[in-house]
């Protein structure tokens, strides 16, 4: 955990993984997160492991949880309740970020929505994020990073091939991560202004929008000419040396020498072909792209020649950019995300777990973690920081406004 966000308290009502991973990288960073929770439910997201749809151990760790809500306190009230949200409200008073996804007739029906917010805080800065946006036809239809991100925002189509019988399927929370990194981007910005000119935010970040940033060159292309940005299938790329290459075992590389003539000596070298750099039909870039056929058809052939372990040797120390496709487990296991500090460890329930690290490190320092809450751990801390007694924590319990 770092410090940059120290004395900052954010509010969280939300669910699933992309805005809560948003409160994560914030307590990463030093804030005070209360996440609030339906005393009986708690989060959807708790409940992943118990259907089947996420993979689970008998050690009582549920990794979506841990990697998307590390560093908060949970408090669990029922904000359909009177007792609820008078109590939410407290919390609204002391807190700088109210950091939420709840759909707008919800948040109209639980009185959580903008005005309802400011008029208990009128600095307080007010985030929502979204599947479609907050304008339009479809801003008050739900939207998950399948939806929202993967389908409609273009990613999915833009990577599937037209060859392929079934469109390529999301990661888990792939669109979200992207969606939370740039949630706590904009309200980091918005404490900054705040600061400076007294003046708070409304912060709105989509999926779908998420979704057309990390697609921009492909739709910006589109727009202007009228046409996709060219996909090049194997064999057809106009610079045969940006491209996948597979090994001997069936494993494949990736090398993305743009500076193509700088780096094609070098790779010849290291392929024991040396007879190519000076080849009429590969010597420079022109020549390449006139024969790319024929100079993949001799990549191909070099590189399935041996295994991956002996390409990695061969090109250790190449300059130009070059990566394997790396399994999960190899990415855990390689040496950068050691050496980096990646994978902060923290403890749950007696076992050692580690989390992926927010990519944001300040001052040269690997993020320390701490696990998530239980559900409604801290309940009764932190309403008996707000100044309720033991009496009024009771009350609630009983009526099953507080858990």
């Known amino acids: 955990m770092q410090d940059h966000l120290k004395g900052i308290r954010v509010l969280e009502v939300a669910q699933w993984w992309f805005v809560p991973a948003a409160g994560a990288v914030l307590a990463d960073w030093g804030a005070d997160v209360i996440k609030i929770e339906h005393p009986v439910s708690g989060d959807g997201q708790r409940g992943l492991v118990a259907s089947g749809l996420i993979p689970g151990d008998n050690s009582g760790v549920s990794f979506m949880m841990e990697q998307s809500n590390r560093g908060k306190r949970s408090v669990g009230l029922d904000l359909a309740t009177e007792r609820g949200r008078k109590i939410l409200y407290r919390l609204v008073e002391s807190s700088d970020v109210f950091l939420t996804n709840f759909l707008t007739p919800a948040r109209r029906k639980l009185a959580i929505d903008l005005a309802d917010i400011r008029a208990i805080n009128p600095d307080i800065i007010y985030v929502r994020g979204s599947g479609q946006g907050v304008r339009g036809p479809d801003a008050e239809k739900a939207g998950y990073d399948g939806t929202a991100f993967w389908s409609r925002g273009g990613v999915g189509q833009a990577i599937t091939r037209d060859w392929m019988e079934y469109p390529v399927m999301p990661r888990a929370a792939l669109g979200d991560s992207i969606g939370a990194m740039t949630i706590a981007g904009g309200i980091a910005a918005a404490l900054l202004k705040r600061e400076r000119s007294g003046e708070p935010s409304v912060v709105d970040v989509s999926l779908m929008g998420t979704a057309m940033w990390a697609l ?65 039909r590969f010597k420079d870039a022109a020549s390449r792209y006139h024969n790319a056929e024929a100079c993949v058809a001799e990549l191909d052939a070099i590189f399935a020649s041996r295994t991956l372990v002996q390409w990695r040797e061969a090109l250790a120390d190449a300059e130009g950019a070059w990566a394997p496709y790396q399994t999960t487990p190899e990415v855990l296991a390689d040496p950068q995300t050691e050496a980096n500090g ?59 406004s507080v858990l």
Not at 228 to 247: I, L
Not at 372 to 379: L, Y
């Open 216 to 280: 921009g060159a492909d739709l910006v292309a589109a727009d202007l000419t009228g046409s996709a940005m060219p996909s090049f299938d194997h064999g057809s790329s106009p610079n045969p040396v940006v491209g996948t290459y597979g090994t001997k075992d069936g494993r494949w590389i990736m090398f993305n020498y743009l500076q193509a003539d700088r780096w094609w000596p070098d790779l010849c070298r290291r392929m024991d072909r040396e007879d190519l750099i000076t080849d009429e």
């Open 342 to 400: 990646y994978l902060p460890e923290i403890e749950v329930n007696g076992r050692k777990v580690r989390l992926v690290a927010n990519p944001v490190q300040f001052d040269e320092t690997p993020l320390t973690l701490t696990r998530a809450p239980e559900h409604g751990e801290h309940t009764e801390q932190v309403l008996l920081e707000l100044g309720m007694d033991w009496d009024e924590i009771a009350e609630g319990k009983k009526d099953g």
